[in-house]
């Protein structure tokens, strides 16, 4: 697939093992678990994410055959649904689709059932600075043009960061904001810092969700690497499952991603293990990368007041702070986070649309949408739990 450029080349790539973990890391960094290629393998490897569960792996490659090799990636899949994304296209799709277009498939950049920010066109770090920004806009132009060889609808760049997002828009996507909730972590060495800099009422409030939650005798354990084992799993999930019929009703993971996961990031997978009498009865799973923690998923089999919100928020503010992580991110949806010291964040997504008139549609919605959410962020900051002298 030419890109203009003699000099490079771009491929398009239908398994992660068509290119070897070292060349493609080269592209990640250290800092985000999500798009190594450890985790991107362990969807694919697990079946969680390839053909058959309507995620066909169409990642694109970009090399130098007469230098380095491989100088940038993108994790792209072509999909025939929009489950698992976190950033819905639902009313697109219906809308397209009863004027009597076909919206699916479609391509989509994004890590699987993962709504957590970071690099979806990964280059080199050893780069300069403006031969990074090139690549990008070589990944983000091959995504159209393969989009336009594939005749598909759409192709949608979702939870990429602020810079790519920008550099999207001038190649003529759409843009898209929504809002997470993140913590932040001011320097704190203790929890009872954090505690200080909020408000009398707030910082109250925790302290009885926690109170009542060690009164309760539960023991809470944090564990990764090598602590974490196939019983651990196991619990988590059926933890897993009884959480995905309650809320969504479908399970996008399956049994043995879990034990991949845990084989293939080692030290970088975080488990919040609760506890009864010895019998683990709920459980927090997070990433860690090098200056956030991520929190991906959570469940229990018992009902415990107040045990949510300890495994999931105060446990990874704990484990931010004793291990000097800057960020906690919590994952998607939730104002009730604010109270818990996670404040509003802007996510990004960047979309291209084949058809001109679905694609003024979707500007003119994407626009008042924007709207929303700017007013939506200063009113949700109203309601910060930090004091404000």
Same mark, same amino acid.
């Given at each position: 697939m030419p890109d203009g450029s003699d000099a490079l080349v771009i491929k398009v790539?239908?398994? &992660?093992?068509?290119? %070897?973990?070292? !060349?493609?890391?080269?592209?990640?960094?250290?800092?985000?678990? +999500?798009?190594?290629?450890? +985790?991107?393998?362990a969807l694919e490897d697990s079946g969680s994410a390839n053909s058959e569960s309507g995620w066909m792996a169409q990642h694109l490659i970009i090399e130098d055959p007469t230098g380095p090799g491989l100088l940038a990636a993108a994790p792209l899949y072509l999909k025939n649904h929009s489950y698992g994304e976190y950033v819905f296209d639902w009313g697109w799709a219906d809308a397209y689709e009863r004027a009597g277009g076909r919206y699916y498939?479609?391509?989509q950049c994004a890590v699987p059932f993962t709504p957590a920010t970071g690099a979806r066109m990964l280059v080199r770090t050893d780069l300069p600075a403006e031969r990074q920004r090139e690549l990008r806009q070589h990944l983000g132009s091959g995504m159209i043009q393969l989009a336009r060889q594939l005749k598909v609808s759409s192709a949608h760049i979702t939870f990429p960061t602020e810079v790519e997002w920008t550099e999207l828009g001038k190649l003529? &996507? $759409? *843009?898209?904001?929504?809002? *997470?909730?993140?913590?932040? /972590?001011? !320097?704190? *060495?203790? +929890?009872?810092?954090?505690?200080?800099?909020?408000n009398s009422r707030k910082r109250k409030a925790i302290r009885k969700e926690?109170?009542?939650?060690?009164? *309760? /005798?539960?023991?809470?354990?944090?564990?990764?690497? %090598?602590?974490?084992?196939?019983?651990?799993?196991?619990?988590?999930?059926?933890?897993?499952?009884?959480?995905?019929?309650?809320?969504?009703?479908? %399970?996008?993971? /399956?049994?043995?991603? +879990?034990? &991949?996961?845990? /084989?293939? $990031?080692?030290?970088?997978?975080? $488990?919040?293990?609760?506890?009864?009498?010895?019998r683990m009865v709920a459980g927090a799973l997070n990433l860690r990368g090098d200056s956030t923690l991520y929190g991906r998923n959570w469940g229990c089999e018992e009902t415990h007041k107040f045990l949510h919100f300890e495994a999931c928020y105060y446990q990874a503010i704990d484990y931010a702070i004793k291990n000097g992580l800057r960020w906690v991110e919590a994952g998607a949806q939730g104002p009730h986070k604010i109270q818990r010291g996670y404040l509003p964040s802007p996510t990004y997504s960047a979309h291209w649309i084949s058809d001109p008139g679905l694609r003024d549609a979707v500007a003119d919605f994407l626009q008042h949408e924007r709207r929303g959410v700017t007013l939506e962020t200063t009113e949700l900051m109203r309601h910060s739990p930090f004091r404000t002298s």
């Open positions: 790539i239908r398994t &992660l093992h068509d290119v %070897s973990a070292t !060349d493609w890391d080269a592209c990640v960094g250290e800092g985000h678990p +999500f798009t190594s290629h450890a +985790f991107l393998s498939p479609k391509l003529g &996507l $759409l *843009q898209r904001t929504g809002v *997470q909730f993140h913590w932040e /972590n001011r !320097d704190y *060495q203790c +929890f009872d810092d954090f505690l200080g800099d909020l926690r109170k009542s939650v060690a009164d *309760q /005798n539960l023991s809470i354990r944090t564990l990764s690497g %090598s602590d974490i084992t196939e019983l651990h799993w196991d619990a988590f999930y059926r933890f897993y499952l009884s959480t995905s019929d309650r809320k969504w009703g479908q %399970s996008y993971l /399956n049994r043995t991603f +879990f034990s &991949l996961l845990g /084989n293939y $990031l080692g030290e970088k997978v975080v $488990l919040i293990s609760v506890e009864d009498d010895g």
